[in-house]
């Protein structure tokens, strides 16, 4: 079955400091990775897929087959960081554009 | 550019009453749809999806069901509101991988 497991449901952090939002998955074959992202009072967006490789808003996120992780990371955590983010897969094929979310972590940068 | 609407924003329903949500999408045609839910202390669940009209999957056995009248339009509903099927209900609609989401809809069955 596939799975998405986001182990932390809150993490906090002080601005400036590192943050690593973790991503542990258990997909058949080679699904695509995405970390969705909700700010306050705004919609769920996307915020960048692996296969893309970009840094969007400071965030990288590394794919570890080996592992089967994608954690988010940010070497210097800002205050408009706070967030809840989810990770999600997408198992490509015939799968219709679905997404297995995990359960999400919220972020909280304090000043 | 592409735009998706859910009514309402809020909605409080007793035990037992039915429900209606609505969801449409502006600027493109025949994407995919589909319903999450989204329950306290819980993530994001999948409820149905849609590729065309007429065309609804489930992924979960639950007291809703979906319908896709038109191209653009995606409609939650159900006979009979549970208790647990309080939440926050999103619509969204998908490009080849990236989903684009509605604002949701907050529902509370007291």
């Known amino acids: 079955a596939q799975r998405v497991t986001q182990p932390e449901k809150l993490l906090s952090v002080f601005k400036g400091a590192p943050v690593e939002l973790k991503c542990n998955y258990s997909?058949?074959?080679?699904?695509?990775l995405f970390w969705y992202v909700q700010y306050s009072r705004q919609r769920l967006q996307l915020l960048l897929r692996h296969i893309s490789r970009e840094s969007i808003k400071g965030f990288t996120a590394d794919l570890n087959k080996g592992e089967t992780s994608f954690h988010l990371k940010k070497p210097f955590a800002q205050e408009e960081d706070s967030a809840m983010y989810y990770c999600a897969p997408h198992a490509g094929g015939t799968s219709y554009g679905k997404l297995t979310f995990g359960q999400g972590t919220i972020l909280t940068v304090h000043p | 550019s592409q735009t998706i609407h859910q009514w309402p924003a809020t909605l409080v329903q007793p035990v037992g009453s039915p429900l209606s949500l609505e969801c449409t999408v502006e600027?493109?045609?025949?994407?995919?749809l589909y319903w999450y839910r989204q329950a306290a202390g819980r993530g994001l669940q999948l409820l149905f999806y849609?590729?065309?009209?007429?065309?609804i999957s489930s992924e979960v056995p639950q007291n809703l069901s979906a319908s896709r009248p038109q191209d653009r339009q995606f409609i939650l509903s159900s006979k009979k509101l549970l208790l647990s099927d309080s939440g926050f209900y999103l619509c969204a609609w998908s490009t080849a991988y990236e989903q684009y989401f509605g604002p949701g809809t907050r529902l509370t069955v007291t």
């Open positions: 600027g493109t045609s025949n994407p995919n």
């Open positions: 997909y058949s074959g080679s699904p695509e």
């Open positions: 849609s590729v065309g009209i007429g065309q």
